[in-house]
């Protein structure tokens, strides 16, 4: 429960930073750290459950830091940690060549089920195309950046259980004037 | 057992945030085109926790852009001094020529009055962050509710149009900019007076689709608010034509525009605080609508 919403409230405290950052840096170029930790997440946090969950509130922190629909990247960051959970188990994503590679692939994927879901949901007015020349960059971008973020998710969840298990649950030793 | 009992668990779980997700989407998009789309009370303190930590990454990021924008800014001051001179002494001249044509015409007081009635009051603001996905333009602005400020209202620079407000909480607002794949404007050619519709294309340029037969478009002809599409007052710039393309189909066809406003350094903007029906009433004046500002006068003490 702690470790969750720790986890949530730094999601929440990065997705704000990327937000001022983004300001300076041309968008494209801004790795998509929503995708990232998504994916951290889902190679690390034990429980399935709590994965989903703090991939579910991170989507819904993006919607509100974009002009996205509410709802729509809380719908794809649950797809993104279920594909994410299902790859890990079958493939070798420990390492940084092939965690990198499937989170580019990831990212170019996401990226077409965003166009579609905003194409289906804005059908009066039209959607521009999503252009690979933006894409690329992006996608290569968010997967260099892939193994930093998920190797700082598993430091800081290691760091957690060792504060937790370091500290007794209760504290029994018996008070100075009875020893 | 009990991995069955968890594993049907984990499936409820997903199902139902995944209709969550879905029914919030279909609200959402019912609320923006309805023109209110006031945050959620689980939403809105999310927006209004950004602002002061966007804007404490943003001081040091700014202070040192504003340092030396400001030094480069004084390389060739006196040139520019001289030339801004020169342009001033003209601009005095029209604007003195302008004003006598208008006192003989007997226009300038109606206008004044005019201005005083419908002046559109504006708030400054500044922006604190941008949209953290890279397929969607959007800002965040520092003011909200609190401030006055509400969904639909039109956000302009001293450059031209940047977007309009989509989404508010109690201090902070949504802004969706020009450039987004969403957005949809009517436009005209302020030269030809073609009409047409201007479409953000995600990138740093916007379309404009106008009618082939008789559209009279060249490049750099300047492109402004039609103001019939009810959400943009009328002239309002929202850019320059850069290339027009040759092909298209016979009805319509395309051109490039390079949006008035540079939106990687745009700041602070105004927000336009009124909406829609007002901003009609306002510039249906323009249209020449004079016996109807008569008879206002006349009624008015």
């Known amino acids: ?33 929503g995708l990232l930790l998504v994916v951290a997440f889902a190679l690390s946090v034990r429980n399935p ?31 993104m940690f279920g594909v994410s959970r299902f790859s890990g188990s079958r493939l070798n994503l420990r390492g940084p060549l092939p965690q990198s590679l499937f989170v580019a692939v990831l990212a170019v994927f996401q990226s077409g089920a965003l166009w579609a879901l905003t194409a289906f ?39 957690m259980d060792d504060d937790e298990g370091s500290k007794p649950l209760m504290d029994l030793t018996p008070p100075q004037f009875l020893a | 057992m009990a991995e069955f009992h968890s594993r049907a668990r984990l499936t409820l779980l997903v199902v139902a945030l995944v209709g969550v997700a879905t029914v919030s989407m279909v609200v959402d998009r019912r609320a923006f085109r309805d023109g209110e789309r006031d945050l959620p009370v689980w939403a809105g303190p999310l927006l209004d926790a950004a602002v002061p930590i966007q804007k404490a990454v943003s001081w040091p990021i700014d202070s040192m852009r504003n340092a030396w924008s400001n030094y480069l800014a ?89 977007g309009l407000v989509v989404a508010t909480s109690h201090t902070a607002a949504k802004t969706k900019l020009l450039l987004d794949r969403q957005t949809a404007i009517d436009g005209t050619v302020q030269r030809s007076r073609a009409r047409g519709i201007v479409r953000g294309q995600g990138s740093d340029e916007l379309q404009f689709e106008f009618v082939a037969r008789g559209g009279d478009v060249q490049v750099g002809d300047l492109v402004i608010t039609s103001g019939l599409g009810g959400v943009y007052p009328k002239g309002l710039l929202i850019g320059e034509v850069t290339r027009v393309s040759e092909l298209g189909s016979k009805l319509l066809r395309t051109a490039v525009l390079s949006p008035a406003v540079d939106f990687g350094r745009l700041e602070q903007a105004f927000v336009m605080l009124r909406r829609g029906p007002v901003m009609e009433l306002l510039y249906s004046i323009e249209t020449g609508d004079e016996d109807r500002v008569a008879a206002n006068e006349e009624q008015s003490p």
């Open chain 1, 1 to 33: 429960m702690k470790h969750g919403l720790v986890l949530l409230l730094i999601g929440t405290v990065v997705l704000m930073i990327e937000g001022a950052i983004a300001r300076v840096v041309p968008v494209r170029f801004v790795p998509d750290l």
């Open chain 1, 49 to 79: 459950g709590t994965g989903v969950l703090l991939s579910a509130y991170l989507g819904f922190v993006t919607d509100v830091f974009s002009g996205a629909l509410l709802g729509q990247h809380v719908l794809l960051y649950i797809v």
């Open chain 1, 121 to 159: 949901f804005v059908v009066s007015s039209g959607v521009g195309l999503v252009h690979p020349t933006d894409v690329l960059p992006y996608a290569l971008i968010t997967g260099l950046v892939a193994p930093f973020v998920s190797e700082g998710v598993v430091r800081l969840m290691a760091r």
């Open chain 2, 74 to 162: 004084l390389v060739g001051v006196r040139a520019e001094n001289v030339q801004l001179r020169s342009e001033k002494a003209w601009l005095e001249e029209q604007n003195l020529q302008l004003r006598e044509a208008l006192v003989a015409g007997g226009r300038l007081e109606r206008i004044a009055a005019m201005r005083e009635a419908f002046e559109v009051p504006m708030l400054p603001t500044e922006l604190v962050g941008r949209d953290v996905s890279p397929w969607f333009q959007s800002v965040l602005l520092d003011r909200g509710r609190a401030d006055g400020v509400r969904s639909g209202m039109p956000v302009i620079s001293d450059d031209g149009l940047v």
